[in-house]
């Protein structure tokens, strides 16, 4: 079955530092990929999305590209924020199986100090 | 809109209880989501609606788990009896055709 896997946290930065957050999926066919971040206390926000190979969503300066060939969908930010702390959730839906379903990794805490 | 509205917020209850968590979707979405969240095992998917009908419940845990969604306003997952290891953040999400999903705030359970 589809499958997300991502690194472990927490990730630790201090503020302007370059962020990366792995994530590597298991799917046939092409599903969509997400990246999904929860602040403390809150629900599950979509930060950013791509629905086929090479496309790269992006949005508060955070930016992922679609590689099919590594079946990778890397979180990456030039400059992280205090306010960037929370966790990050990549997430996949569809693929050959076009399933509804919305499957997660199971997040990466990222820690920001000023 | 309000956007996705859980309740309760927080839940304390005692274990063989009955307990009731409800789900309010955003208004014209027709599909809805019931997620559970614990540090072990992460986001879990325990069942979701399409214009009110189950799709899959496959994540469901076990038969003391069960949701309704009598309209396509309102939703409840259902634990009964509960027991201290369902303690756990509970997230309801609704999404519109294939949109992205909207998440509530959660409901937190502690079972004691």
């Known amino acids: 079955g589809n499958s997300v896997t991502q690194m472990e946290g927490p990730v630790t930065l201090s503020e302007e530092a370059f962020l990366t957050i792995n994530c590597t999926y298991t799917a046939t066919g092409y599903p969509s990929l997400f990246w999904y971040v929860q602040y403390p206390g809150e629900g599950l926000q979509l930060l950013l999305k791509?629905?086929?190979?090479?496309d790269k969503g992006s949005n508060k300066g955070f930016e992922a590209t679609y590689r099919k060939e590594t079946t990778s969908f890397h979180l990456e930010k030039g400059s992280v924020q205090v306010s960037d702390s929370a966790v990050y959730f990549c997430a996949l839906r569809g693929g050959s199986y076009n399933t509804d379903k919305l499957i997660f990794g199971t997040g990466t805490r990222l820690q920001v100090f000023p | 809109d309000a956007g996705v509205i859980q309740s309760p917020r927080h839940e304390v209850t005692e274990m063989g209880q009955e307990v009731t968590l409800r789900c309010k979707p955003i208004?014209?979405?027709?599909?809805l989501f019931w997620y559970r969240q614990t540090m072990m095992r992460g986001l879990e998917l325990l069942i979701y609606f399409n214009n009110n009908v189950p799709i899959d419940d496959s994540g469901m845990p076990e038969d003391r788990f069960s949701a309704k969604m009598p309209n396509a306003s309102f939703s409840t997952l259902k634990i009964q009896p509960s027991e201290p290891r369902d303690s756990a953040v509970y997230f309801c999400a609704s999404r519109a055709g294939y949109t992205e999903a909207f998440f509530g705030q959660g409901t937190r359970l502690t079972v004691v």
């Open positions: 791509a629905t086929k190979a090479d």
């Open positions: 208004s014209g979405h027709n599909s």
